[in-house]
């Protein structure tokens, strides 16, 4: 079946404690992508990447890495988590970013940071 | 900047009911247009992906339409059924954007 797979999908943590939230595509997408949704602010874009160690900033990248070492995954990394990061987050992959493919998003990570 | 306008935020139908749900936007130089599913707290299903070119696409009981010159969509949902309850999301793939912009949502619930 064609997936986007997220883990952890429930994640609690404290202050300034690394975590890593995995993100792999089983579809040969170039394209992945991810996104934070939190009430009223609706889903904004953290990291994307074209290809394979090719990425850049979306609306909201503060306080958030990633890497792209292989194609079909798209770890992304807070280095120092804080409480203004509790958010649902989702990532996504597409064909072809640059054009009319649609986007195939994961089942999302709830992370709670206390 | 693109901007994605979902009206109305909430929707509550009785079941059977044929509905629309509305998306604007303010460019219209886009790719695509998708509309998405999420129910509370899990993650987005892609329903209709409408290329610019294109003017509708059906999926079974969904229509979705697409006027790019206007910057509008509708998501036609025809004999509503509760299963339907669910957050109704649209997205835009603006041309040039690595990104898709999303409305608000339209929080749909289908009574019984």
């Known amino acids: 079946e064609a997936q986007v797979t997220q883990n952890p999908r429930y994640l609690i943590t404290v202050t300034g404690k690394k975590l890593t939230v995995t993100c792999s595509q089983n579809?040969?997408?170039?394209?992945m992508s991810w996104y934070r949704q939190d009430p009223g602010l609706g889903l904004r874009q953290i990291y994307y990447s074209m290809n394979v160690e090719v990425t850049d900033k979306g609306d909201v990248p503060e306080g958030y890495k990633v890497s792209r070492k292989e194609k079909r995954n798209f770890p992304l990394i807070l280095e120092s988590p804080s409480p203004n990061q509790t958010s649902l987050y989702f990532c996504?992959?597409?064909?072809?970013?640059?054009f009319g493919s649609g986007y195939t998003f994961g089942s999302g990570t709830r992370l709670t940071v206390v | 900047k693109q901007e994605v306008t979902q009206i109305p935020a909430a929707l509550s139908v009785p079941e059977g009911e044929n509905l629309v749900l509305n998306c604007s936007f303010t460019?219209?130089?886009?790719?695509?247009l998708q509309w998405f599913r999420q129910d509370p707290g899990k993650g987005l299903t892609s329903l209709l992906l409408?290329?610019?070119?294109?003017r509708e696409q059906t999926s079974g009981r969904l229509n979705a339409s697409l006027d790019k010159s206007s910057g509008r969509s509708t998501l036609y949902i025809a004999a509503s059924q509760p299963g339907d309850s669910a957050t109704y999301l649209c997205?835009?793939?603006?041309?040039?954007?690595?990104?898709?912009?999303f409305g608000q949502g339209t929080r749909l619930t289908i009574n019984p």
């Open positions: 997205a835009v793939k603006d041309q040039g954007a690595q990104k898709l912009v």
């Open positions: 996504a992959s597409s064909l072809q970013g640059a």
């Open positions: 579809m040969n997408h170039e394209y």
């Open positions: 460019d219209s130089a886009i790719y695509n």
């Open positions: 409408i290329q610019s070119s294109q």
